[in-house]
């Protein structure tokens, strides 16, 4: 099956720093990526949908200039945190969508902690 | 406005005992409906998908069925085991407007002891 990997799994940043979270999709090319976020025992929670080329759209709430996306290639989104607070701590997934409208994959997660 | 909602919120069985999780949904335009497992401290992992003309689904111990006339689906699985203790997740796709919209069900989380 499809493959989409997160780099890195688990990152610690000090508060006020930047943080980049990469998505690949490893034998497909993803049309689509999704960012998540998801805090202990809630559901996943999506941030903000990304098409290769274009700029992401925000889900309501999701502030675009602290939670900054690019979507650059088929193969590749990242996610920056900027400017990390405590409270971004948590585990944020992304999802890569394929040609076919039900190809939806996850990666396998990053946790973040800011302390 | 999209919604799917999952019960039993958690769940415990015994091992090797059955299970069936419920997911309701009322998304417009449907265009499949997939079921994922998901580990604490992972990604999800797909277990099914079914689109609108499938009523059935089955992967190894997990069977998920759909009855798209009253907007149900529900996942059963069989002899559990203790690595099914995981949060199950409902995922209704639309199509709208040449994008494709996931919405999301809170999920149940099922603990299998031994």
């Known amino acids: 099956g499809a493959v989409v990997s997160q780099h890195p799994s688990r990152v610690i940043c000090k508060s006020g720093t930047s943080v980049k979270i990469e998505c690949r999709s490893l034998?497909?090319?993803?049309?689509?990526m999704f960012w998540y976020r998801q805090f202990p025992k809630q559901s996943l929670m999506l941030m903000a949908t990304?098409?290769?080329?274009?700029?992401?759209?925000?889900e309501q709430g999701v502030e675009k200039d602290k939670f900054l996306i690019n979507h650059a290639s088929l193969t590749l989104s990242t996610l920056t945190v900027t400017s990390a607070h405590p409270e971004d701590s948590s585990f944020y997934i992304c999802?890569?969508?394929?040609?076919?409208?039900?190809?939806?994959?996850f990666g396998p997660g990053t946790r973040l902690t800011v302390t | 406005k999209n919604q799917v909602e999952q019960s039993p919120q958690s769940l415990i069985i015994l091992e090797g005992k059955n299970c069936t999780l419920q997911?309701?949904?009322?998304?417009?335009?449907?265009?499949?409906l997939r079921w994922y497992k998901q580990d604490t401290g992972r990604g999800p992992v797909s277990l099914t998908i079914m689109t609108f003309s499938e009523n059935t689904k089955s992967n190894g111990r997990y069977t998920a069925t759909l009855d798209a006339d009253t907007k149900q689906s529900s996942l059963h699985i069989t002899a559990s085991q203790l690595s099914d203790s995981a949060s199950y997740i409902c995922v209704v796709g639309s199509t709208s407007g040449g994008s494709y919209i996931p919405t999301f069900g809170r999920g149940t989380s099922l603990i299998v002891h031994p």
């Open positions: 999802s890569a969508r394929g040609r076919l409208e039900y190809e939806q994959y």
């Open positions: 990304s098409n290769e080329g274009s700029k992401a759209t925000y």
């Open positions: 034998d497909f090319q993803a049309t689509t």
């Open positions: 997911c309701n949904y009322t998304v417009s335009p449907f265009s499949n």
